[in-house]
């Protein structure tokens, strides 16, 4: 991959009135001296996002592209990547409008990484903390088997024969580690790539379309690696986030959020991937979505009416992501 200068056009996906976090993330990365250009997608701003960027003097750098509604994640990004295409000679790194990367990831990476970025194989993913830690905390090595017929990441054989599945790096510490699938946010790839992946499924509207659209990547033989030295500071929690380290299971975090209805968006369209991807052994699955389910109504559900409600909406999730019922409704 070749990060020179100008060769890297960075795109993120703005809603609401997030101009706060946005300025900041486009008052930095228009520092970085690889950024030729900046592609903003508007899905749906309550204000003149034009007007905004117009005040920061930036409107010859960046490049809107304006929906009259918010078509989610999936149509943003996936309006991103169709926008882009065409520029096969430039890489694109994909941000989220809450993003701040810090000023040395390009200089980090380039010291750091010249036989990973020589390889035209490799996908980069910068490091988000709460995300990746454990990864590089334990020396984890990951591998498509340990995904297989999971249910939310979730299998009783892990738990039986952990031995089988999870092994550690014993050449210890480093500072790149391969996954199997990521998130839009800080990954780093040429664009040519998407001629063989595709771009992203818009009939998941909210959640796991990154991890879709990513996961098509590892498919065709591309390797994604995680640099740990790449670090992406986020400027807010997401909906399920106790802390910047940490995420609560969305299984939990449900019935304690106020935006319960990510939660929903986000099991439906697991369960959805994970029948059209990872399901090889529809028994192995089943059983094991019955076990987290019911650890679901035994350890999280609250032993009252509302948690009842909410429990059957959760039911009501999966159903629609068996059989495949995407889209903005739930």
Not at 129 to 138: G, M, P, S, T
Request: glycine content about 6%; proline content about 2%; overall charge positive.
């Amino acid at each position: 991959m070749n990060l020179s200068e100008n060769t890297v056009i960075v795109a993120t996906v703005t809603y609401g009135n997030r101009w706060n976090y946005l300025s900041k993330l486009l008052l930095t990365v228009q520092k970085f001296p690889e950024v030729s250009e900046l592609l903003v997608v508007d899905n749906g701003c309550e204000y003149n996002l034009e007007g905004k960027i117009s005040s920061l003097n930036m409107l010859k750098k960046v490049n809107i592209v304006k929906n009259k509604e918010n078509l989610g994640s999936a149509g943003g990004y996936h309006q991103v990547m169709d926008t882009v295409q065409g520029k096969i000679e430039k890489n694109l790194l994909l941000l989220d409008d809450d993003n701040l990367p810090e000023e040395t990831i390009f200089q980090n990476l380039k010291k750091d990484g010249k036989s990973v970025l020589a390889d035209n194989n490799n996908v980069i993913a910068f490091y988000r903390e709460r995300y990746f830690r454990k990864i590089f905390a334990n020396n984890m090595v990951l591998n498509k088997k340990q995904y297989i017929n999971t249910y939310c990441k979730f299998s009783f054989l892990h738990k039986l024969f952990p031995r089988l599945y999870f092994k550690t790096d014993i050449t210890g510490q480093n500072k790149f580690r391969k996954c199997i699938y990521s998130q839009y946010s800080g990954l780093l790839f040429p664009i040519s790539l998407l001629s063989k992946v595709g771009l992203p499924n818009c009939d998941y509207y909210l959640y796991v379309d990154d991890t879709d659209f990513t996961y098509r990547i590892t498919q065709a033989n591309y390797n994604i690696m995680v640099y740990k030295d790449g670090v992406i500071n986020e400027m807010e929690f997401s909906w399920a986030q106790k802390s910047e380290q940490e995420e609560i299971d969305p299984y939990k975090a449900i019935f304690s959020s106020e935006k319960a209805i990510n939660g929903l968006y986000y099991i439906r369209n697991r369960v959805f991937f994970e029948k059209k991807f990872l399901v090889k052994n529809r028994t192995i699955y089943l059983i094991n979505g019955f076990i987290y389910l019911i650890a679901t109504f035994l350890l999280y559900m609250p032993k009252n009416i509302f948690g009842l409600r909410r429990f059957w909406e959760v039911v009501k999730a999966v159903r629609m992501g068996i059989h495949g019922d995407l889209g903005s409704g739930l």
